[in-house]
Structure formats: C-alpha cells, structure tokens
C-alpha cells in the first residue's frame, strides 16, 4: 500500500451520511405529520432520490491535476452531487415530491381510520 492510496473508501462514509438523511426523515414519518412537515419530507426524498440519479454522471469524469484527485475529491464531489439534487428537488424537482407527498397523505389518512 503506497502513502497515496487511502486507509478506507472515502465514498462509504458519503454514502453512510445520504442514508441517515433518509433514515431521519423515515424517523419524521412515524406520527401523523403537519402539511408542511409532508411536503418538507417529500422534498427531502425527492433531492435524495436525484442525488443517486446525478452520481453515476460524475463518476467517470476525469480531474484535473493540477488542481487535485483523490479522496478529498470524491468527498466534495459527493457533497457538490448531494446539493445539486436539494437544488433541482427545491426549484420544482422532477414531480417526485408532488407524488410523495400524495402518498405519504394517503397513508396518513389510512392509518387514522
């Protein structure tokens, strides 16, 4: 193992990270929830869910050397994929959360009978 080859995969501990994100805001749909609570949690899955469509695109870029590579990059290049997705999902998304939300109401009232 050479000193430029990392201990552990820096991209684990990324993906660990987007996956508690979805854990909390499982967590926040246990109890009848508020119309803003629902809505905030459909945002929330939808920039989730195009965060992991946005990846793969990244992935087979090439960096530049001059300004780097390495596991640092793969950090800041999964937190820079994570905002684009908080960013489409925040600005309309792509009709995800619209349906979620529909859903997560549904089952709400279901659950209340």
């Known amino acids: 193992m050479g000193l430029d080859t990392p201990i552990i995969d820096l991209s684990q501990i990324a993906n660990t990270a987007r996956a508690g994100q979805a854990e909390r805001a499982a967590a926040r749909l246990r109890g009848p929830l508020a119309d803003d609570q ?55 998304g792509i009709g995800i959360a619209d349906a979620v939300q529909r859903e997560i109401l549904r089952l709400q009232e279901v659950n209340q009978e």
């Not at 899955?45 to 195009?50: G, K």
């Open 38 to 92: 629902v809505r905030r949690a459909a945002e929330e899955f939808e920039a989730v869910f195009i965060s992991q469509m946005l990846a793969p695109m990244f992935e087979g870029l090439e960096t530049d050397e001059l300004f780097g590579g390495g596991p640092g990059e793969d950090i800041y290049r999964s937190i820079l994929v994570e905002e684009y997705g908080k960013a489409i999902a925040r600005s309309g």
